[in-house]
């Protein structure tokens, strides 16, 4: 297939198992000659290309009188309005210049590399906040939009930001938290601070001591004490991203201007690379270093970067109406878009369900034969409409935070008949690790390293993963690049732990390397437990396994050392269930449902088909469940903002159930011992 050599990796050192990007053997790039820092991105990229081109575009509304109801009103929303790459870079120089001034009146500190926040869901005066810090060598922290106060408090104290840029939603929060917050001395609201909310946010602000200002007195503030930008190094830090953990506190991940360029290098070389034709819509959460780090390849070209209306029930309208080109997701996402479009095209009349299993075989058939993404008929017949869903013209879908399905991927590229890649990489690693090249249409793999880094693999001998393996190397994937961290911020123990003695990054995810050097990850190192019998469980493996079953919609696997066996909490997929429910006569509302004893044979027993087509091994399948009719999420605090779940939480949140299900195992006739 045409190009498709660059796919290939080439091994180095091959007793350690080492690999490089094939395209690039001899060293790993780390940025462009004249582009070394995110301020050159910015400033040498649009700014300097198309600065009059639309760059920021948001919606806005009116509140008008309701059609159906003359008595209430409803929003009606605009297109999208623009600012310009110029507009936004004289704006971030306002914003900056009123943080430097800040600083100085507030703390009596000037110059040297300083922390500020960044609180808000996407939106335009999020980037130009984060272009200002480029402007004059600030550092960002962001906190999570769907973060608790604790974590919060523990953030701003910890990363010490002098200064929270934030949405007016979130001030009050920040407010309350001021006598726990010393280091916080100021807080710029994007939003106006006006009426009688606004008077007593104000009011309140000063009895503790903290200034308040909204988006246009900072500007004016700006505009009074304009300051020289102080352009960074590509040594200098840029961001203290805080990863999100199953456990404890968040670890804050130190990441320099010249981590971020390797990285966005890598991604251009890549075959993924932007036009300042493009239309981006963003709406994954810019707290993430992923979104931040596509954000920043728009930025160097001059795409255009149109933002959601910060409620994901409304994003399929953001997207007809901004009509993106490059369309990057999570395969929670994309799971559920194939899944609607599968039960849409298949639950209808006999005929249309016929016409639409043919056409996409036949799709499927031209892409394992030829690479082709694109039919004459069946596009215009059948998957113009599923096209116009994410707006018409998308023709990149980028998949990353976990692995994708073979079955999803391969169906993505025919029903959009677009390019889909598949990135693998972590917070610590700038985002970037292994990348698909387009024109490898083979699924089930995250393709090469990017050309910024190398990768090894390293044994786990209590996991029987060993880089001697037959016919693939198997163990945990460890890289090194310009690319990764410099350590995590003031915890040195755990920068000691993250790294390998030669400097290899440890990942903790298990993979096997292919003889393309495409790796593919099969299991997780952190989180394994012993069982009594002295096997290793890696629950999210597991997990991610009986999460295909048409049943589950998020599960909870839990082992003990003094058991044999694991048990499960399980909460269904009720779109899927509650039809099912009211034909076998399980029960019509979850609760209800959850309660029957019927439906959680039934759901065990599908588990059990998933296992063994998957091949789990005896002790890897789950004996008993608990069924939990309330999904798991990040406000009951099940999930982490990274949507994984935390572990202690569940477990001491079930610890009744689980007891109960080893109960129940327990008391299950046991089959005679083979002396």
């Not at 440890?506 to 437990?529: C, P």
């Not at 608990?626 to 798991?632: Q, S």
């Amino acid at each position: 297939m045409a190009n498709d050599f660059r796919a290939n990796s080439i091994r180095m050192l091959p007793n350690l198992a080492i690999i490089r990007n094939g395209m690039y053997p001899d060293a790993l790039v780390r940025g462009w000659p004249d582009i070394r820092t995110l301020y050159d991105v910015f400033q040498k990229g649009g700014v300097t290309i198309c600065p009059n081109n639309p760059y920021l575009g948001h919606r806005t509304y009116t509140l008008v009188t309701s059609p159906t109801d003359p008595s209430q009103t409803v929003k009606q929303w605009s297109g999208y309005i623009w600012r310009t790459y110029r507009q936004t870079a004289d704006e971030a120089t306002l914003i900056g210049s009123a943080l430097i001034h800040l600083r100085e009146k507030l703390t009596g500190k000037r110059g040297g590399q300083w922390c500020f926040g960044i609180y808000a869901q996407n939106r335009p005066e999020w980037l130009v906040a984060e272009q200002a810090s480029y402007a004059y060598n600030a550092i960002t922290t962001v906190l999570y939009d769907t973060l608790g106060p604790d974590v919060v408090e523990y953030i701003v104290n910890h990363a010490e930001a002098e200064i929270v840029v934030t949405s007016a939603d979130k001030v009050a929060g920040l407010l309350k938290l001021a006598g726990k917050m010393p280091v916080m001395k100021a807080i710029i609201s994007m939003d106006p601070l006006d009426g009688t909310a606004g008077a007593a946010l104000r009011g309140w602000a000063a009895e503790k001591n903290v200034a308040l200002l909204d988006w246009a007195e900072a500007i004016t503030l700006g505009k009074a004490n304009r300051a020289p930008h102080t352009p960074p190094s590509a040594q200098d830090i840029v961001t203290i991203c805080y990863t999100s953990g199953t456990t404890g506190m968040p670890k804050g991940a130190i990441l320099t201007h010249e981590n971020i360029v390797s990285a966005l290098r890598a991604m251009a070389l890549g075959g993924t690379g932007f036009t300042k034709d493009d239309v981006y819509v963003s709406y994954l959460p810019l707290a993430h270093i992923y979104e931040r780090q596509v954000i920043q390849n728009v930025a160097r070209v001059g795409a255009r970067i149109g933002f959601f209306r910060g409620d994901v029930l409304l994003l399929i309208e953001d997207l007809q109406v901004l009509q993106p080109t490059i369309f990057c997701s999570v395969p929670r996402l994309l799971n559920r878009i194939y899944d609607k479009i599968i039960a849409g095209a298949t639950g209808g009349s006999p005929i249309r369900a016929a016409l639409f299993r043919t056409a996409l075989e036949t799709k499927i058939q031209n892409l394992k034969n030829s690479g082709t993404l694109t039919h004459p008929l069946w596009d215009r017949l059948v998957f113009k409409k599923v096209q116009q869903v994410v707006g018409g013209r998308v023709r990149l879908i980028a998949s990353g935070s976990a692995p994708i399905s073979p079955d999803v991927m391969t169906f993505l590229r025919v029903a959009f008949a677009c390019d889909v890649v598949e990135g693998y990489g972590q917070t610590e690693t700038s985002a970037m690790g292994h990348i698909t090249w387009p024109t490898d249409m083979t699924p089930g793999h995250l393709g090469p390293p990017g050309p910024c880094l190398e990768t090894k693999l390293i044994s786990i001998p209590e996991m029987n993963y060993n880089v001697t393996d037959k016919p693939f190397p198997r163990g945990e994937i460890a890289m090194r690049g310009y690319n990764n961290t410099k350590g995590y911020w003031k915890d040195e123990k755990k920068t000691r732990e993250l790294f390998t003695e030669d400097g290899f990054l440890l990942t903790g995810d298990v993979g096997v390397l292919d003889d393309r050097g495409r790796v593919s990850i099969v299991d997780r190192k952190k989180n394994i437990f012993k069982l009594s019998q002295g096997e290793y469980v890696a629950p999210e493996k597991i997990e991610q396994t009986y999460q295909k079953s048409d049943f589950v919609a998020q599960i909870f696997v839990h082992g003990d050392s003094l058991k044999s066996e694991l048990v499960a909490i399980v909460v269904p997929d009720f779109e899927v269930v509650v039809p099912l429910a009211a034909k076998r006569g399980w029960g019509s509302t979850p609760v209800e449902i959850s309660r029957n004893k019927a439906f959680r044979k039934a759901v065990l027993e599908d588990m059990d088909k998933v296992g063994k087509k998957s091949k789990l091994r005896g002790f890897e399948f789950v004996k008993a469940i608990h069924i939990e009719p309330e999904l798991f999420t990040i406000d009951n605090g099940m999930l982490t903002p990274t949507q994984k779940v935390k572990r202690p939480e569940a477990k001491d949140k079930y610890s009744k159930e689980i007891a109960g299900l080893y109960a129940e195992i327990d008391a299950q006739p046991k089959a005679p011992s083979k002396l």
